[in-house]
């Protein structure tokens, strides 16, 4: 299994960015997918998940300003961050859980700097 993430970068405060995550070599049945952010020396923290019914979970700390959407087809999951603040500054990792074992797979990590 291979999830590479993409669309990290520097944006000013205000702004927005969109990251895209592809998935390849999922052979089982996915039960979420979703975006994690980490700051050193802090604890990983979700950002957003998407369930395989289609139930969307938000952290508290982007609702209303980020959006999680997924393309089956492409096995892509995407982070449309909006209204951006210095405080999400972070690398953002996507991840697949699978469903039954609810196994994590992760990404590499995208940093994501929000900055003047």
């Known amino acids: 299994v291979q999830l590479q993430a993409s669309g990290g970068g520097l944006v000013q405060p205000g702004g927005s960015l969109r990251l895209s995550c592809a998935a390849s070599?999922?052979?089982?049945?996915?039960?979420?997918m979703g975006w994690y952010r980490q700051v050193p020396g802090k604890q990983c923290e979700v950002v957003a998940r998407?369930?395989?019914?289609?139930?969307?979970y938000y952290g508290d700390s982007v609702k209303g300003r980020f959006t999680i959407s997924r393309d089956n087809a492409k096995l892509t999951v995407y982070l449309q961050m909006s209204s951006l603040k210095p405080e999400d500054t972070a690398v953002y990792y996507c991840?697949?859980?699978?469903?039954?074992?609810?196994?994590?797979?992760w990404g590499q990590g995208t940093l994501v700097t929000v900055s003047s």
């Open positions: 991840n697949i859980e699978s469903a039954g074992t609810l196994y994590d797979y």
């Open positions: 070599g999922i052979t089982f049945s996915i039960n979420s």
């Open positions: 998407i369930f395989s019914g289609g139930i969307r």
